[in-house]
Structure formats: C-alpha cells, structure tokens
C-alpha cells in the first residue's frame, strides 16, 4: 500500500490489485469502451490514410464541432485530458500571465503541474465550499494589472461538472464570462465530464458553452465511453493562433488522428455521449437514494448531481470496504471518499456495493 499527499486537499490510498479487477467505483476511467466506438475504430482501420489530421475522419470531425458548438469553433484533438487542458491555457495565456481557479481545480491538483511547466503561467488559487467559482471570489484575485512584479491575471478556468461533482447553472457560467470579458481576460471550461453536466442541466453542449461567452473548452470523452483522445475547442476565433505548433511542442500532435477522430464522430452523431452519460447519471442517483436508507454513520457530503457521490463515514469502515471494492479516498483527515458511476455500472453493481457497506457498518 502506498499513501499520496496531494495539495493538502486529499489522499489517495492505492492498493495493489489484482488485474481481473472487479467492478469498483474509484474512476469512470476504470469503464470499458462503447461497443459502438470499438466498432467506429475497426471500420477506420479498413484502410490507409493520411497522417496527422489530413484524413477525411479529422475533416468530418472539424465539421462536426462547428455544427456541435458553433461555426466559429476549431478543435484540436490531443491524446488526454490534461493536454487539452494545457493547450487551452497555452492558447489563451503567456508565461507572464495567470489563471484564476478553484484550490480544488483538476489543473491544481491533478496535473503535476503541467500547466506551469509547458505554459510557465502562474495559477491563482481560491477556496470554495463546493468546488464553484463566483464572481467575488474570483475578484479576490483581480488585482495587480499592470504591475510589473505581479503575474498578470488572463484567464479564469471552472470544471463543469466541479471535481466535487457540483454543477454551475447556466447564469453562473454566464456571470462569469461577462467578468472575465470585462478584465480583458478568458474564460475556459474543463469539460472532462461536459456529457454527464449537459443532461443534468438539460441543455446542449453549444448552450453551456459558446453561447455563454466561453472562449476556450476541454471536451472529453474517455470518462464516457471513449477509448483514448480529448479535444481542445477554441469557441472565441482570436485564440486559434499558431495552434498546431503549439499542439506539436506540446507532445500531443496524434500520427494516426483518424481512430481519435472516429472515436468522437461516433460519439456525437451517434447520441452515445447522452445515452451513457444519463446512465452514470441515474447510477449516482440510484447509489444516493440506497445510502439515504442507511444510518447516521454516513453522511453525503455534496449534492449529488452528476455520476459522483462524495461520503463521510468513519475511518474503519471505508478501510475495510476498500479491501472489498476499489475507490479512492478524498479527504482521508475527514474520513471523506468520492465513490465515482460509470456508463457501464449496473443496478447489481450498486446493490452488491450497498450490501458490502451495510455488513461492514453493522461490524
């Protein structure tokens, strides 16, 4: 067993597991691939075709963002998520600059500081009590423009859904590009989970996104079915500057870009993105209510809005759960765990798990 501090806001305990690892509830990055993406990636393959973005699959793709987000926007296939989100800022930022974002932000957090490695930029980090930004909070980092010995603040960056699985209304995400616009800085959007936020919310990618003033995004599609690929999307056009070199210094230009392209042709003209992110939706709901069934013991930490439940239970019972079912710990000093749904979760995964819980807090 090995023990992670991370940025003073959780440990990870890791355990070594066996590679017929049984279903668990520690990532929907631990879930399979959409049997209709297996099958896009196995037609492109019939096939040669051009390297590096030349392929028809890459221009239907191109075609398809405008049509998803707005004929302004250009995307940028990269091979993760922590590269979109590095290209994104590189877009929008120099290395003299800053971004604003939530202490517990994944580009915080989770990136091994890639984002002030690559791009040298500065990140201005904030508390919050639910993993949202706001305008007076942000404003709270507003300050020392023009000043030569100060990082200059440029871009705010929100996860939609937040990592503490909340989610910003579509007024909220409003408010805030209108603050950054008046600062002259951006806007970008971590939309690893955009899916899993835009059935919540009822709403169209296009609707939480371009038509809010969000001026750069991370689209992400591995947490909801993909193989492999994330995209950097420019929705404001003054940012599509020098793009595929940057994306190549970056190490994230893709040789063979066709299967990440037909990964996400698939995943967008198919309607798998909805069909499986209201699946892992509707699981975290399932969970939610089942856990409401048991005792005092536990408590649910945030509200539970998309495919993660965040709990509080005491420290021996979630140690010995996790020598039954994989999960990360969240917050090990206050005996909080994040217990993530996948699109391929079951009913019989929920209530086999709910079942081990009980056992181990009637012990």
Known sequence: MRIFANANIRIFRFYTIDIQMKRGFGSDNHSGISPEVIEAIAKANSEHALAYGDDEYTKRLEELFKETFGEQARVYLVFNGTGANVLCIDAMCRSHEAVVCA???HINVDEC???QRVV???LL?????DGKLTPDLVKTRLHGFGFEHHSQPKAISISQPTELGTLYTLDEIKALADLAHSYNMYLHVDGARLANAAVALGCTFKEMTTDLGVDALSF???KNGLLMGESCVLLNPTLDVDMKYRRKQMTQLCSKMRFMAAQFICYLESGIWRRNAEHSNRMAQLLHSQLLTLNSQLKVMYPVQVNSVF?????EVWHRLQERYFFYDWDEANDVVRWMCSFDTTEEDIHAFVYALKEELSR
């Open 125 to 129: 980090t904030v508390d919050t009590p």
């Open 311 to 315: 709990v509080q239970l005491p420290t």
């Open 113 to 115: 500081g890639a984002p």
């Open 120 to 122: 040298g930029c500065r």
């Open 103 to 105: 202490e517990t932000a």
């Open 220 to 222: 992400g599609g591995t």
